[in-house]
């Protein structure tokens, strides 16, 4: 994640923790909880993705079989 990124989420998560439990969170403490979520959460949302991408992909290769099909044309041999 790039460093604006980080900032951002650092600002988001203090904001958080500031206006539901009115807690004031450091810098440095909420950069360690942002690395410990996300070593935590990044394999599991990238599972998540590829998995995703391979159900995108089983039904593009499905419809893209349909459509291969269609365009047979019948011959003398009725294959």
């Known amino acids: 994640m790039s460093r604006e990124q ?3 989420l650092v ?3 203090q904001r958080f923790f500031h ?3 009115g807690e004031e969170l450091g810098n440095l403490e909420t950069e360690e909880m ?3 979520f996300w ?9 998540l993705g590829v998995q995703d991408a391979r159900k ?3 039904e593009r290769f499905a419809s893209l079989e349909d459509e ?3 365009l047979e044309k019948p011959s003398a041999s009725g294959r």
């Open 34 to 36: 942002i690395d410990f």
């Open 6 to 8: 980080k900032e951002y």
């Open 11 to 13: 600002h988001q998560v």
């Open 39 to 47: 070593k935590q959460l990044g394999p599991i949302l990238y599972n």
């Open 68 to 70: 291969l099909y269609v």
């Open 19 to 21: 206006e539901q439990r």
């Open 56 to 58: 995108l992909l089983q």
